[in-house]
């Protein structure tokens, strides 16, 4: 009984800080893909503004 009892509060404690983490995980991953799409898109944004600008100023490739 002292043995048996400590146990499984112990494994309670641990069980729900390993869901506790899982759930705190996925909340910074889901709430860092706007930056992440942000990003990404001025990426692009800023690359295509360096090639209309070399286009209209007749640099080459």
Partial sequence: ???????FGFGAVSW???N???AVSS?????SKG????GAQGGL???SLI???W???GVKK
């Avoid at 009984?1 to 146990?7: A, D, E, F, G, H």
């Avoid at 909340?27 to 709430?31: A, D, N, T, Y």
């Avoid at 930056?35 to 942000?38: C, L, P």
């Fill in 51 to 53: 090639k209309n600008s």
């Fill in 45 to 47: 944004v800023i690359a």
């Fill in 27 to 31: 909340v910074i991953s889901s709430g």
């Fill in 1 to 7: 009984m002292y043995i048996v009892l400590p146990l």
């Fill in 16 to 18: 729900s800080g390993v």
């Fill in 35 to 38: 930056t992440q799409q942000a």
């Fill in 20 to 22: 506790l983490g899982y």
């Fill in 55 to 57: 286009i209209k100023s």
